[in-house]
């Protein structure tokens, strides 16, 4: 039994499955328009255990579109402190000022995609499972499942190209009927059962239609070229005058983390540095980048006054710290006591 041969009843045990053993979470158990678009913001690049305790918070301070759009700028940066991929949140933040100011608000996929930060996946997304629009959504998790039901061994030289090539078979399985569910519910299969190393075929719901399982090769399925890492050391400097940390300023005009702080990179203090001392060292993946970031005591009597500010540690909860950086200075200010 395929899928091919079978997509009703595939699409029948699958639904089954997912009625029963789908994890509740927020967007599911409470769904509104709302809450789906900012569910698809915060999960891109972000795992879902990761991303709940903010979409919670974002929920209390942010209910709704109108309560979206009027916030301000660094409001909304402060409550994405820490998820990263900050264009997500201005994007977010963005959308929703020009969605309240719609007349007549987008339906379908195409008139979603016209909107701030949408793309293909994300527009699919919203409009099939808020909205009830028959659009199969691919992402790396569905490809998964995909390529492992139709033991499919094609090679795809990176994911972008593996989700093109696996739409058409998406749309030929997607339940006209119920899209919205079917989508999370092969999304849901490939994040908790289908898993990318040492998928749980025996407890998996679909297993008699798949292939792979059947041949035993699905852990070499999907068969995606993968990117070759990139190691990269930055140095950063740890000053403290008093009651106040030195903090790089991220200029307003930069295209990433405009307005925000971080930790100094010790060249653009470096000429004016004297007793250097390493405190901390830490290592860090994004993507296919391992960075090793050292951080080293030092002190320093000039500064770049365009880029560096000296930043009361009384003021340190109310500005947005980038990526990892509230962690190293609470981690910092402990071992510099
Ligand atoms: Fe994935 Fe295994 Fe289920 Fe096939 S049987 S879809 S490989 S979990």
């Not at 007549?104 to 009830?132: H, N, V």
């Not at 972008?160 to 339940?175: I, W």
């Not at 007793?275 to 980048?289: A, C, G």
């Amino acid at each position: 039994m395929n899928i091919d041969s079978h997509p009703i009843k595939f699409r029948k045990a699958l639904s089954a499955w997912y009625t029963v053993g789908r994890r509740p979470l927020p967007w599911r158990t409470e769904p509104s328009l709302y809450r789906t678009v900012v569910s698809e913001f915060m999960t891109q690049q972000t795992k879902i255990k990761t991303m709940l305790p903010y979409f919670e918070a974002w929920m209390k301070s942010f209910p709704d579109f109108d309560s979206l759009a009027k916030a301000e700028d660094q409001a909304v940066l402060k409550h994405w402190e820490g998820l990263g991929y900050y264009n997500r949140a201005r994007n977010l933040h963005k959308l929703a000022k020009v969605y309240v100011n719609l007349k007549i608000k987008p339906k379908s996929k195409e008139e979603w995609q016209q909107m701030p930060g949408i793309g293909p996946y994300t527009s699919a997304a919203i409009s099939s499972i808020a909205l009830g629009q028959a659009n199969a959504v691919v992402d790396g998790n569905v490809v998964r499942v995909l390529a492992r039901l139709n033991d499919d061994d094609r090679k795809f030289k990176n994911n972008g190209l593996a989700v093109k090539a696996f739409t058409s078979t998406a749309d030929n399985l997607l339940d006209d009927k119920n899209p919205g569910d079917h989508n999370q519910s092969m999304m849901e299969l490939g994040a908790t059962v289908c898993l990318k190393n040492k998928p749980l075929c025996t407890i998996c719901p679909v297993s008699k239609f798949c292939v792979a399982k059947e041949r035993g090769t699905q852990e070499d399925r999907p068969k995606i070229e993968s990117k070759s890492i990139v190691r990269i050391e930055i140095e950063r400097a740890w000053v403290r005058k008093g009651d106040c940390i030195l903090l790089h300023h991220i200029s307003e005009s930069s295209s990433q983390l405009a307005g925000q702080y971080e930790l100094p990179e010790l060249k653009m203090i470096s000429g004016n540095v004297s007793d250097k001392r390493l405190l901390l060292s830490q290592s860090r993946s994004i993507t296919n980048r391992r960075i090793k970031e050292h951080i080293y005591k030092c002190t320093t009597k000039e500064r770049n006054e365009d880029l560096l500010e000296w930043v009361p540690l009384g003021r340190l909860q109310g500005i947005t710290l980038s990526g990892p950086h509230r962690r190293w200075v609470k981690d910092l200010l402990k071992i510099d006591n």
